[in-house]
Structures are given as C-alpha cells and as structure tokens.
C-alpha cells in the first residue's frame, strides 16, 4: 500500500514547542540555539531513550541531558576514530611487511598464490586497487607511476596499502594466505579469525563514526558481532566477568587490546576514563559497560599481553 509522507516542516521555534508539548524541559532559547546546529531530526536518537510508548517523555527529562549524551557520543566517537587510525596504519604497515616477504613487492597484483580467497571475498578487488591507484594523490604513488607505469601496472605493495581504502584494506587481509593473517593476528596478540573479526567490525564502526552516526548505544547484533579471544588464549577478557561481543564495551575493549598490542605507552585508555568522568549522567547501560568495568583485567592498566 501506497502512503504518503505529509508531516510539515517546523521553524525552530514550533520544534521547541513540539518538545516541550510532550513534556521535553528546558530553557527555550537554550532549545533553539542547539536545534539550529544540529537538527531535530538527528537529536531524537538521542532523546528516544528518554520517551514513553505514548509518545511523551518521561517526568523531569531534561533538554540538557539529551544535549549531554549528544555531546558525550560526538567525543567518544573521535576518540574511537583515534584509536581505529592508529590500529590501521599498524596493519597497512604489517600486511605489507608480511606479504612482500613472503610474495614479494608484486606478488599480490601477479601472483594468484598470494591471494587465494579473492574470489571469496572479492573478486574484482585487483581491479577495485587500481581504480583506487590511477585516482591516487599519494606523491610516491603518482610518482612511481611516472617512473614504472610502462612496465609495473601496480606499485609495490607498500605503496598500495598507504593508496587504497580501510575497505578495500580489509578485503585485501581477507584474501591473503592464511600464513599471512596468522602472522599479522600474532603482533595484535590474537588468533587470525579473531583479528578478522575485528577488522569487520572495525571498518564498520570507523564508516559509522566518519558519518558523525551515532556509537554510543550501537548494537552490533544489528551489523558485525565480533568474535572474542577463548578462555584458553585470552583469560583477560574473562576475569572478573565476560565482557560481550555485542555492544559498545566490546568496541572499546577492542580498540583497547590492539592500542596496548602497539602502542604500550599510550594514554588512550586514560582518555576513555576522562570522558566516562565528565559525562557521569550519561547513561552506561545502553553501552553494555559494568559498574566495575574499570576493575576488568583488559582495563586496569597498560599490560602485556
């Protein structure tokens, strides 16, 4: 059946008084000032937690606590994206290492035993990196074409990873032997289907952030649950409680591992508890994060693994 969409576009000031029609509270002018930044449309994921079946908000709910986790997830999105940064430059850096020890500088572009899952996963990936390449505007990329173009149709594998996307990046690792992606998972402290799993998983959440969408309360039965390292070969994620493969505390945990695999010294974590610290009454349930969660073996210091 066929309907139509009819709801009429509201001026700052109807929106204001929509909101607080159904029991929203707040100063007025504070209202407006926000909506006119960021719409109504993309604060009301934020504020649907606070609403009833009816329709109206729940007694004493606040404008500015919505504001608040719309501001809490704003930066904990950006310190996800550093972490996801630093872990994909380290795996651009390792699978180019890896592979072309092995296969050599060209081996990914002309020898199909470098590659034996392509067709698994993507098979028109070679030509995916070249489309990537030709509109490359890396100065060694451009260069080496340049130079090598009539004789090399593909630039080293060094210089490709640095060129293509965390897309394409991530369907390159899958395609590898699986050699190749032990030998990666190994510096990242985990077993090679673990780590794919989170380069999955990692790819999404790093499209969603760079989306400005809302983390904060993501399901990821929705997009890519992540698999978790097994009692046997990774107990910290046990004691004291499971930590679960479902929800924003499995993302965190996540970056977490990987930043202590290659960045011992970072302060990463400590920047994650300063946020937690300066939006106390933003809701951690949505997130799947404990009481105790800074108490877990994963997240009480900078460990080795």
């Excluded at 790093?206 to 904060?216: D, Q």
């Amino acid at each position: 059946m066929e309907m139509e969409y009819n709801k009429p576009s509201l001026d700052i000031n109807q929106q204001v008084q929509r909101l607080m029609g159904r029991g929203m509270q707040g100063d007025p002018e504070y209202m407006a000032a926000k909506l006119a930044i960021v719409s109504y449309n993309r604060l009301s994921a934020y504020w649907r937690i606070y609403r009833n079946d009816d329709g109206r908000f729940m007694p004493n709910t606040s404008f500015k606590a919505v504001w608040d986790v719309y501001v809490f997830d704003q930066r904990l999105r950006l310190l996800v994206m550093d972490a996801i940064e630093r872990i994909e430059v380290a795996v651009r850096s390792r699978l180019a290492y890896h592979h072309s020890q092995v296969y050599g500088p060209f081996g990914y572009a002309n020898d199909p035993v470098s590659l034996p899952a392509i067709g698994k996963h993507n098979p028109q990936l070679l030509i995916m990196i070249q489309n990537q390449i030709s509109r490359s505007h890396v100065e060694y990329v451009m260069n080496f074409t340049q130079m090598y173009g009539d004789k090399h149709e593909y630039p080293p594998l060094w210089m490709t990873v640095e060129a293509i996307s965390f897309g394409l990046l991530v369907n390159l690792y899958r395609s590898v032997p699986d050699k190749i992606k032990k030998s990666i998972a190994i510096e990242f402290c985990v077993c090679a289907p673990v780590f794919e799993s989170w380069m999955i998983m990692l790819r999404i959440i790093r499209n969603i952030s760079a989306h400005h969408a809302r983390l904060w309360n993501i399901s990821l039965e929705m997009t890519a649950k992540p698999k978790l390292p097994d009692r046997n070969n990774g107990r910290q994620w046990y004691i004291p409680t499971d930590i679960s493969n479902k929800n924003m505390y499995a993302i965190l945990s996540i970056c977490k591992w990987c930043m202590d695999s290659i960045s011992p010294s970072s302060n990463w974590y400590r920047r994650i508890f300063k946020l937690f610290d300066d939006f106390l009454s933003v809701p951690r349930s949505y997130m799947g994060i404990p009481d105790d969660w800074r108490n877990h073996e994963i997240w009480k210091s900078t460990h080795s693994h």
